[in-house]
């Protein structure tokens, strides 16, 4: 693994939970170490350390970096008010799990590997989860906004078919047969059809 280098004016401590992400999708999570991130990063010697002193800073580390790299690619503010109409709405997330899929699957492969680490770990399970919480009031209030009557249930509904796609495309057995923009817009056309009816006045 090629030693990493931050963007210019990037601090040390997004290098360290940057270099922790690869490490995890390359190597898993035996291949996450202090050393590991310092030879890899290209940092001194006890560098990592001295910023994570122990496994569970570490780990809570790239948690943390996990969540503010997926909020930047699966940005619930690019997503369109529903009030404009379904069309929108299922092209932006559409484009965005498209995004992540084609762009980003070593993120994909890191969340899964910290959240079996998780189920092991109750320290970092209350911290994987609280972290977590960030993304789903947006996810419940924009299904009250597409009109859902249950929107929590719903939003539950909408995340567990992106998990289960996601899931199934990045280390499943469909690793190699990406969905099209296009084909996971019919997905979600269909999802939201099944939970929310058709819409009436407006093409999807």
């Known amino acids: ?9 990037a601090p040390r401590a997004e290098l360290i939970a940057d270099t922790a992400l690869a490490l ?16 890899a ?8 350390s001295n910023h994570a002193r122990t496994r569970q ?4 580390a790239a948690v943390r970096r996990l969540a503010d790299r997926e909020a930047a690619v699966l940005t619930v503010a690019e997503l369109p008010s529903a009030m404009g109409g379904r069309g929108d709405l299922l092209d932006a997330m559409a484009l ?11 993120l994909l492969v890191a969340r899964y590997e910290l959240a079996l ?12 989860d609280r972290t977590g919480s960030r993304f789903r009031a947006p996810l ?19 995340v567990a078919w992106c998990e289960g796609l996601m899931f199934a495309c990045a280390v499943g057995s469909y690793h190699a047969a990406v969905p099209s923009a296009e084909e996971l817009r019919q997905g ?8 929310l009816g058709p819409q009436t006045g407006q093409s999807e």
């Open 140 to 158: 419940n209030a924009l299904m009250a906004e597409a009109g859902s009557p249950e929107p929590e249930r719903h939003a539950l509904s909408l």
């Open 96 to 106: 965005a799990l498209h995004r992540y899929l084609t762009g980003h699957p070593e």
């Open 117 to 128: 680490e998780a189920t092991r770990r109750p320290e970092l399970r209350e911290f994987y």
């Open 41 to 48: 990063a290209g940092l001194p010697q006890g560098s990592t």
């Open 57 to 60: 800073a570490l780990l809570e």
């Open 24 to 39: 995890l999708a390359e190597r898993g999570m035996r291949g996450l170490t202090h050393r590991a991130v310092d030879e």
């Open 188 to 195: 979600f056309q269909e999802l939201l059809r099944g939970m």
């Open 1 to 9: 693994m090629a030693a990493r280098t931050a963007p210019p004016g």
